[in-house]
């Protein structure tokens, strides 16, 4: 008679699945909970301590920690000497494990929970038993998803046995549980510790969903969320209308999300291909979506766009007006909505906590090879290093714009220059391998609507040429983080132009 050792905290389907083994001449083995549920069921069980010869101790620490029990998971049934070995010990073969984890990550994930109940929810014997049969499964089938126990009785009831290639598959799914488990422990251990950079580091994610395709359509894609505070983050979003995201979509939303939590007051951020291509702030969210489409008229078009108020009827409207792919905003009052779903294929996400600042995550980069690993850019100003260093101090409309500006240019990929006039966007030149490039890009980009406005770099000029090209184009205030070696170069012509210069002691590369 083969043998299953069933041992769930997640009991959903265990029942039937059980009753249907026995139906098909298993005997049952188990511990604790679940065997008082599956005799309380009627169901014929054998208790894991009536084998071991040894109680359930420790408040159920030690279930299944023993050598018949981890013997009969690991003996190889083609080894002679495995065989011989197991009769001498009296240790009986054990073909199928059911078995899922104590819940970690929902204890860690709870509110106020305390130190010694995430301690108690870490799982000692279940990963034990789980890689036991994963590496013999050859010979034992395991289960940790409650989704395959149809699969395996559909087998066994035609084949009277799983086939082995269903067993690799099972083990799979084993390796990917017990390291995810493992892995969020790390992560706890390493946080409570104050440790930012371990050694060795694991990461771990859920598959949120399956891709059409990625960058391109020739590469596959997935959608992996993290295992922590995920409110105000695109992972979090709930989407209301349209097609399913894209790689490239979840991308450029998240982007615009990021950009967006720089701002307070009502602002809209419009994003194509990774980069702003507008953004402005006002008194109302359909003046600042006004000022962000006023700046780039051409690209915001197929774009996605993040606002931080509720979508009104002028503006939903407005959105209506152009091709926008995305609506990403906190909330949408009932006539926005129908307006705006009146396009078929428009998505339209709606995320409550969009201004949400407070993350401890990082970011990172896959290289070949390798993986970059650093803190999140959250600081804005170096409090103690900011200073104007020109004979002409900015006025307060400046600063408004200066600072408006500086907050916009932190997410513009680098080389990054943003000019801007009354808290909107009026070029935005990102991307270049030469400064003045990027300069001449956003000049160009705001033609007739440049003069007047200010200029923000996310790192220092290495040459006055930007200060020469700014002063032809009627640009009247720039910040910078400075520390060129041609900063007096730069502080001496802005003095000849008239033109207002703050530098702010830190800077803002995004690659």
């Not at 967006?260 to 006002?282: D, M, Q, R, Y």
């Not at 070949?368 to 101090?393: A, H, M, P, S, W």
């Not at 033609?447 to 020469?468: H, M, T, W």
Request: proline content about 3%; some cysteine; glycine content about 6%.
């Amino acid at each position: 008679m083969k043998r299953a050792l069933i041992s769930v905290y997640d009991k959903t389907g265990i029942v039937e699945f059980t009753k249907r083994l026995v139906s098909l001449g298993w005997e049952i083995l188990s511990t604790g909970g679940t065997s008082k549920i599956l005799k309380e069921e009627g169901i014929e069980v054998v208790d894991v301590s009536d084998i071991t010869e040894f109680p359930e101790c420790f408040d159920g620490r030690v279930k299944t920690l023993h050598p018949k029990i981890h013997g009969g998971l690991l003996a190889l049934r083609d080894n002679e000497d495995h065989v011989s070995m197991m009769k001498k010990l009296d240790i009986d073969s054990i073909d199928m494990v059911v078995n899922n984890l104590y819940p970690f990550k929902e204890t860690i994930l709870k509110e106020g929970v305390s130190h010694e109940e995430i301690i108690e929810n870490i799982d000692i014997g279940g990963p034990s038993m789980l890689r036991a049969a994963a590496k013999n499964y050859k010979f034992v089938t395991v289960l940790v998803d409650p989704k395959d126990y149809q699969m395996v009785l559909d087998e066994l009831a035609d084949n009277k046995d799983t086939k082995e290639e269903t067993r690799l598959y099972l083990a799979s799914k084993v390796f990917s549980q017990t390291s995810h488990y493992d892995a969020l422990i790390s992560s706890y251990f390493n946080k409570i510790a104050n440790i930012d950079f371990p050694e060795v580091i694991s990461l771990t994610y859920e598959k949120k969903q399956d891709l059409r395709y990625g960058e391109n359509p020739q590469q596959k894609a997935a959608y992996y969320t993290e295992i922590k505070d995920v409110e105000g983050t695109i992972a979090n979003a709930r989407q209301l209308h349209g097609k399913e995201l894209s790689y490239n979509n979840i991308g450029d939303s998240n982007g615009a999300i990021e950009i967006l939590k720089e701002f307070e007051e009502p602002t809209v951020v419009a994003v194509k291909h990774g980069n702003p291509c507008g953004i402005g702030s006002a008194i109302n969210i359909e003046d600042a979506f006004i000022k962000a489409y006023e700046c780039d008229k051409v690209s915001i078009f197929g774009g996605v766009i993040a606002l931080n108020r509720e979508v009104n009827e002028r503006t939903a409207q407005l959105i209506n007006d152009i091709f926008i792919e995305i609506v990403i905003a906190p909330s949408y009052n009932e006539k926005s909505l129908e307006i705006l779903k009146s396009k078929k294929n428009i998505r339209i996400l709606e995320l409550s906590n969009i201004d949400k600042k407070d993350y401890e995550s990082f970011s990172m980069t896959k290289t070949l090879g390798g993986l970059l690993l650093q803190q999140r850019n959250t600081k804005l100003f170096n409090d103690e290093e900011i200073r104007v260093v020109t004979d002409r101090k900015p006025t307060e409309k400046e600063i408004e714009d200066l600072y408006f500006a500086w907050k916009a240019v932190k997410g513009v990929k680098s080389n990054a220059i943003v000019v801007a006039k009354d808290k909107g966007t009026t070029g935005v030149g990102p991307g270049q391998v030469s400064r003045i490039w990027s300069l001449q890009n956003a000049i160009r980009q705001g033609g007739k609507r440049i003069k007047g406005s200010v200029l923000a770099s996310d790192a220092f000029f290495p040459f006055s040429d930007c200060v020469e090209e700014a002063h032809l184009a009627g640009i009247t205030a720039i910040i910078h983080p400075g520390g060129s070696i041609n900063d007096e170069e730069s502080i001496k012509l802005a003095n000849k132009y008239r033109i207002a210069m703050i530098l702010t002691g830190i800077r803002h590369f995004k690659h």
